[in-house]
């Protein structure tokens, strides 16, 4: 409930409770608790009555006795006779009070009650005004076809683009954007046309709309925002009549910014929708590619987009005119992830063992919100040792619960259990050691965690990559089979326990033959099928782009390279059987071990190994 219902309803309670007040002092009456006639008659008798007062009603006989008793009590009594209990008291020796008959009040009997009405109708009409304004009540139903954006005007943003760290290149090139806002007589002379549309692709969290904030800050100009999704509804014209909306509403505030977050939710490829062309997101598409570039002129309106999803954006609205710049925001580099740790550590207390150096080199592959995310972690940690700043452990038991997930140490694990693990994540980490591309060992635990995994070895990597080779995805392979290898070697049994490293093998080695082109008896062809072509709506009966012989080829080409690497991953296990045993062992006394800890079970330099590859 929004504050402004919460108001409502507070204020239309009061009014309620100030109506049942008046009723209830008009009608007030001072009850008699059971007070008889016979029994003030009988006290009259007795000689207990002190003092009576008589109180007459208007135009009638009726009215009331207070009755004051020797013993100081008072009673009330209501007769249907005033005279008679008159003539009755005063036959006792006793001399009554009358009080006057009460004259009406005209203000309480006539302007009172018209003034209530008044006020409570000038009240409601009040509040009715303030729901319309706010979207609220009636004025949702009113307003169902305007924008939902929302508008910052230039003075209310404070984020420039000095706070946004990592992404270098970005910045500059949107630093074109930000000079055409400020000064677009310095482009227009030249006849230069600025982009009307900038498209911000990249994975989540590398930091688009804080992006596309910072350079409506850096301009000082209106900034709009708005979700992909606020444009649609069940109704059909509904998300077209927001987008008009929208644009006129900018065309008031230009120059200015339009921001479109998650622009995929309204900007899907047509014409694969269950609904047709009757589809409420493309009439809603079909709104948004006028405005964008159509019949109408919109001067001085940059619509900047975020998706993480541009493969199945509609190629017409990713045409010159309308997002003229596809500018990828990559996570960031050693030197981006250094800087973005800075800004996040500025109100976090640190202590002097922290390195962020260190810890930005190994963080490779984090985005700008995982960093973030560690750093709270970490002082999450802190507060919760009752500390006032964070240390470097902090951030390390930060880095094993972001990667892998919260440890669960008093989950209770048989003997034998704890056995099979150990020695299962011995074999994982043998191979990260030894394999020249895949490793270092960050971290070997025992100790279940919340993925549902029995313990884990976590890696350490130390460089950012930009492709992967075919040595490096054949070294995956190997690793991801070395606990099923430890478990058949030592056991001579397996478990399930190796059934998502199978499942990550298989996919590695398929995606090799079908995607990359590395298998020599398939050859440089793609085969791949989009395993989300049912889901973004394409076709649901896409047919295979290969026959079923190629099929065949391909499992046969998977197979092979799974079973050569599973050959390669156990010679070298075997190698290092003395090493498996102790890490196991060491494993089972502490459950979790370092780096030092597991490369100085190594006693000597085993030379690598010179052959990973495959043959097929």
């Given at each position: 409930?929004?504050?402004?219902?919460?108001?409502?309803?507070?204020?239309?309670?009061?009014?309620?409770?100030?109506?049942?007040?008046?009723?209830?002092?008009?009608?007030?009456?001072?009850?008699?608790?059971?007070?008889?006639?016979?029994?003030?008659?009988?006290?009259?008798?007795?000689?207990?009555?002190?003092?009576?007062?008589?109180?007459?009603?208007?135009?009638?006989?009726?009215?009331?006795?207070?009755?004051?008793?020797?013993?100081?009590?008072?009673?009330?009594?209501?007769?249907?006779?005033?005279?008679?209990?008159?003539?009755?008291?005063?036959?006792?020796?006793?001399?009554?009070?009358?009080?006057?008959?009460?004259?009406?009040?005209?203000?309480?009997?006539?302007?009172?009650?018209?003034?209530?009405?008044?006020?409570?109708?000038?009240?409601?009409?009040?509040?009715?005004?303030?729901?319309?304004?706010?979207?609220?009540?009636?004025?949702?139903?009113?307003?169902?076809?305007?924008?939902?954006?929302?508008?910052?005007?230039?003075?209310?943003?404070?984020?420039?683009?000095?706070?946004?760290?990592?992404?270098?290149?970005?910045?500059?090139?949107?630093?074109?954007?930000v000079e055409f806002l400020r000064d677009p007589g310095k482009f227009t002379k030249v006849g230069a046309r600025i982009p009307k549309g900038i498209l911000l692709e990249g994975a989540p969290g590398t930091g688009k709309t804080l992006l596309a904030k910072a350079i409506a800050g850096e301009a000082n100009v209106p900034f709009f925002s708005i979700s992909g999704s606020d444009f649609v509804e069940m109704f059909v014209g509904v998300g077209a009549s927001r987008v008009r909306d929208m644009f006129a509403e900018a065309k008031r505030h230009a120059p200015c910014i339009i921001f479109i977050d998650e622009i995929d939710a309204v900007a899907r490829r047509r014409g694969t929708g269950m609904g047709g062309g009757h589809d409420e997101r493309e009439q809603t598409l079909n709104q948004l590619l006028v405005e964008m570039d159509g019949f109408g002129v919109n001067e001085g309106i940059i619509v900047m987009a975020a998706t993480n999803r541009v493969d199945i954006l509609d190629p017409a609205i990713l045409r010159p005119g309308r997002f003229d710049r596809k500018i990828t925001v990559a996570p960031p580099d050693v030197r981006g992830r250094e800087d973005i740790l800075k800004v996040h550590a500025q109100n976090k207390p640190l202590g002097d063992d922290v390195d962020l150096s260190q810890i930005a080199q190994t963080t490779a592959g984090f985005t700008g919100a995982d960093l973030e995310n560690l750093l709270n972690e970490a002082a999450i940690n802190a507060a919760m040792d009752k500390r006032v700043f964070v240390k470097q452990e902090d951030i390390k038991r930060a880095f094993v619960k972001v990667g892998i997930g919260t440890e669960k140490k008093s989950r209770i694990i048989s003997d034998k259990e704890k056995k099979i693990t150990a020695y299962h994540e011995a074999g994982h980490a043998i191979l990260f050691h030894v394999l020249p591309d895949v490793g270092p060992v960050y971290t070997v635990s025992i100790i279940p965690t919340g993925i549902g995994a029995a313990g884990y070895t976590m890696p350490l990597p130390e460089k950012d990559e930009m492709f992967l080779t075919k040595g490096k995805m054949i070294e995956d392979i190997m690793v991801s089979l070395g606990g099923r290898i430890a478990e058949e070697i030592i056991f001579d049994d397996i478990t399930t326990g190796a059934s998502s490293d199978i499942k990550k093998a298989t996919k590695v080695a398929r995606r090799m033959v079908t995607r990359y082109g590395m298998s020599e008896n398939i050859g440089v062809i793609n085969y791949d099928d989009d395993d989300d072509e049912v889901f973004i709506g394409r076709d649901l009966a896409h047919a295979k782009s290969h026959s079923e012989a190629v099929s065949g080829e391909i499992d046969k080409e998977v197979k092979a390279i799974i079973d050569d690497c599973y050959k390669k991953a156990k010679e070298i296990i075997m190698k290092h059987e003395d090493v498996l045993h102790k890490c196991a062992e060491l494993l089972l006394e502490k459950e979790k071990i370092s780096r030092a800890e597991f490369e100085a079970l190594f006693d000597v330099k085993y030379p690598q190994p010179e052959d990973v590859t495959v043959t097929t």
């Open positions: 409930m929004s504050r402004n219902n919460r108001s409502f309803y507070l204020y239309f309670i009061i009014i309620i409770g100030l109506l049942l007040f008046t009723v209830w002092i008009g009608t007030l009456r001072v009850q008699n608790n059971g007070y008889t006639r016979g029994e003030f008659v009988s006290q009259l008798e007795k000689n207990e009555v002190a003092f009576v007062n008589i109180c007459p009603n208007k135009d009638t006989p009726t009215g009331s006795l207070e009755v004051t008793l020797k013993s100081g009590q008072e009673r009330i009594l209501y007769v249907t006779d005033v005279t008679e209990m008159e003539t009755l008291v005063r036959s006792y020796g006793l001399d009554p009070t009358v009080e006057s008959v009460p004259e009406e009040s005209w203000f309480l009997n006539s302007v009172f009650p018209i003034l209530l009405v008044v006020v409570v109708c000038v009240f409601f009409f009040v509040m009715m005004n303030a729901q319309n304004a706010n979207g609220g009540g009636g004025g949702k139903m009113m307003n169902f076809g305007r924008s939902r954006a929302k508008l910052t005007l230039g003075g209310e943003n404070k984020i420039k683009l000095d706070g946004v760290a990592g992404l270098k290149e970005e910045k500059e090139e949107l630093q074109e954007i």
